[in-house]
């Protein structure tokens, strides 16, 4: 079966969900985490390093994220969705 490729935008620290929901992901075979985007040029970055996401693509942009994932989770602030 093939993996879903997940994005995820928003790897801030307000609320933290962005670990719940790689969390999840990681905890299904059927998922992969294969890009970040935030706002705030180098934190996907730092954040991906903090987890230890060693082959996920930071992105530039949202579009050069979408160009690359089955399916995003959106983990910004509630006002911003």
């Known amino acids: 079966m093939k993996q879903l490729r997940i994005g995820i935008i928003g790897t801030g620290y307000t609320v933290g969900i962005a670990k719940q929901h790689m969390d999840a992901y990681?905890?299904?075979?059927?998922?992969?985490?294969?890009?970040?985007?935030?706002?705030?040029?180098?934190?996907?970055?730092?954040?991906?390093?903090?987890?230890?996401l060693?082959?996920?693509?930071?992105?530039?942009?949202?579009?050069?994220?979408?160009?690359?994932?089955?399916a995003v989770s959106i983990c910004t602030p509630n006002n911003t969705h």
Do not use: H, M
């Not at 075979?29 to 040029?41: F, G, H, K, N, S």
């Not at 060693?54 to 089955?70: Q, T």
């Open 26 to 52: 990681q905890a299904n075979a059927r998922t992969e985490i294969v890009a970040l985007y935030d706002i705030i040029p180098g934190r996907a970055e730092k954040w991906a390093s903090e987890k230890g």
């Open 54 to 70: 060693a082959n996920v693509k930071i992105c530039e942009s949202l579009e050069e994220l979408f160009s690359l994932v089955d």
